[in-house]
Nanobody, 125 residues
Framework: QVQLVESGGGLVQAGGSLRLSCAAS????????MAWFRQTPGKEREFVAA????????YYADSVKARFTISRDNFNNMVYLQTNSLKPEDTAVYYC??????????????????WGQGTQVTVSS
């Protein structure tokens, strides 16, 4: 069992940046594949980025490539999402997700067992 707590969301103007953080309460953080998803009202949860256990493999949604960067700190049990050049369409609740069973990072929400409560990101035009 692992608990995930996101932070770092907020209100930002278009073109701005935010650094989202996710703290994991587990002593075996390096065993977990980690990912970020986002969701807006009335829509399904959307994949944003995923990172393998060692950080060697990373995936991004096409919509955020070259603007967002996922990273992890296995010593401090943290995963981050640096969001740059934000657009109004990036407005959503951003969720951190984790799983220790899957062999590799995936883009499918149903592959991840553990989820945080989410942090709101609002980008004004």
């Amino acid at each position: 069992q692992v608990q995930l707590v996101e932070s770092g969301g907020g209100l930002v103007q278009a073109g701005g940046s935010l650094r989202l953080s996710c703290a994991a309460s587990t002593r075996t953080f390096s065993n977990y594949v980690m990912a970020w998803f986002r969701q807006t009202p009335g829509k399904e949860r959307e994949f944003v980025a995923a990172i393998s256990r060692t950080g060697a493999t990373i995936y991004y949604a096409d919509s955020v490539k070259a603007r967002f960067t996922i990273s992890r700190d296995n010593f401090n049990n943290m995963v981050y999402l640096q969001t740059n050049s934000l657009k109004p369409e990036d407005t959503a609740v951003y969720y951190c997700a984790a799983d220790r069973r899957i062999l590799a990072a995936t883009m499918r929400a149903y592959d991840y067992t553990y989820w945080g409560q989410g942090t709101q990101v609002t980008v004004s035009s």
